[in-house]
């Protein structure tokens, strides 16, 4: 169920996301999830985004629905499973009862339901049709107040759900059956026999029986029928009498409750759990690749995992040198490592995607200014070493603030490599009249170890 509304919520946010590719990218980097466990990072977005769910109509409503729907169903299911039980084991004291009409409802019916969940797994379209769950998502696309797709499951899923479900209602009118039995033999001395129009003898009966009886023959012997009870308690209706063997014989007939009962446990509830086990199984992997499938998360997921791409020339133009001595030019490597990128004003979650634009890695990512205070600031810088990269917004007027830090920083650190930015929009591209703002601020200063590379 938890899958099944990650699923819902994840189709109702991604259809009201409107975050930039650079803010999704930027997420990828900072969470560091390889792109080949793209369902984690499916996750992970929706864990961190849940909130942006204000209304979660198509997520609580159709949950709601499902649980009180299949809610019902399932209490049906025991409802029946007792009641039929408690029909054909129903003793009036002057007949006894047939196991028969026990055997079909508790051994029969259980295999041929469950032939019919394997039909079901052979992708059969007919069984989606007389699905709840179809049923359920056609009506909620017909009256939803927000537009969403007649396939907000798609068919493999509508079909595994379908087949749990079945299983978990069979499992559920079988432990109806078997409450029904114990409830019948504790509260009443009931008489069991067998009686059938077909022409079967007491041999051929019984080598039948121990067939059925093969799972627990072994541990518990007591619950297989011995071919003397089954002589015993064969009864025939003619004259509607039973015979003086039969109640010579009356304290035994009970017995039958054992087999009757392990029969129920392993048929109708052991397998029936094993295929509701693996039904779910198969229900959570059709949920994850059906996740993947959707087209707002193949998108999503495109968007995280594809780089930002910056075209730069290699030979590198320096706008802000105003003298020689000021900045320093040098041909753009390929991949520049620093000790640390500092972001001026930028919050340290937002560095990674701003490093991969400019093509240069760090050891660390640090936001300086902006919250900090002049204090924090100043242990950062007194924490640096070797060459770092700084980072700030070109299109912001120039401060002593920033100057002050400039300073302090590249009287620290080896080197300082000054990275003017635009607009994230605008792949981070600074604008010309932001840099000529810039460089008459800079031709006040003279720095050694300070270049600008754009």
Known sequence: MNLLQSYLELYELLKEDNSTKEERRNFALRE?????????????????????????????????????????????????????????????????????????????????????????????????????????????????????????????????????????????????????????????????AWSTTLDISAKQFHAFLAVIALPWSSFLPSGVPSLELIEQSHYFRLGGEISKEMLTHAATLGSWWQFLAMETLFYAIILRLLLYIFATVQLKKTLQKSMLQMPQAKALLEDMNQPIISTKAKELEIPLQVEETTTKSSQKEESITYSALLGYTFEADELPLIAEVLGVEAKEYVGVAGKNSIEEDAQIIAKTDGAVALVFKAWEVPTMDFIDFLEDLSAKASSVTLYPLGYAKENFQVRQKDLSIWQEKLKQQNYSNVEVRV
């Open 32 to 192: 560091k999830i390889e792109q080949k466990r793209a369902y984690e990072q499916l996750f992970l977005w929706l864990a961190k985004h849940r909130e942006k769910l204000t209304d979660k109509e198509i997520a609580s409503r159709y949950l709601h629905i499902y649980k009180t729907g299949f809610g019902i169903i399932s209490l049906l299911a025991f409802v029946f499973g007792f009641l039929a039980a408690s029909v054909v084991l129903h003793y009036n004291g002057s007949e006894p009862v047939n196991v028969i009409y026990f055997l079909f409802l508790s051994f029969v019916v259980p295999l041929l339901t469950m032939l019919f969940s394997l039909l079901a797994m052979m992708k059969q379209d007919f069984f989606l049709h007389i699905s709840f769950t179809y049923i359920l998502q056609k009506l909620f696309a017909k009256f939803s107040k927000k537009s969403i797709d007649e396939a907000l499951l798609d068919k493999d899923v509508l079909r595994w759900i379908f087949i749990q479900k079945m299983q978990s209602s069979a499992l559920l009118f079988a432990l109806g059956m078997l409450a029904s039995l114990l409830f019948s033999i504790t509260t009443q001395d009931i008489a069991f």
